[in-house]
């Protein structure tokens, strides 16, 4: 991952962990979320892939509240 996009990525990161509002949002619609906090758009066909790891890491007991976990285990 460039400087760039791992700055990024940080910047959203902190967002989440920062904010209950976001935490809950970034549960029930992480890709969206993203996309908002990121100011990206993430393709149509992405999306669904991206919610399903993440939403299988919460089932599997991921924390929420720990977008890095979260997206550590979607990089992996």
């Given at each position: 991952m460039d400087a760039k996009l791992e700055q990024k990525a940080a910047e959203v990161i902190q967002k989440i962990q920062n904010d209950p509002?976001?935490?809950?949002?970034?549960?029930?619609?992480?890709?969206?979320?993203?996309?908002?906090?990121a100011g990206i758009n993430i393709p149509d066909f992405m999306e669904p892939m991206i919610e399903k790891v993440i939403r299988e890491?919460?089932?599997?007991?991921?924390?929420?509240?720990?977008?890095?976990?979260?997206v550590r285990k979607f990089l992996k």
């Amino acid at each position: 991952m460039d400087a760039k996009l791992e700055q990024k990525a940080a910047e959203v990161i902190q967002k989440i962990q920062n904010d209950p509002e976001l935490q809950k949002e970034f549960a029930a619609a992480p890709a969206k979320t993203i996309e908002k906090l990121a100011g990206i758009n993430i393709p149509d066909f992405m999306e669904p892939m991206i919610e399903k790891v993440i939403r299988e890491q919460i089932a599997k007991g991921a924390d929420a509240a720990d977008p890095m976990e979260l997206v550590r285990k979607f990089l992996k």
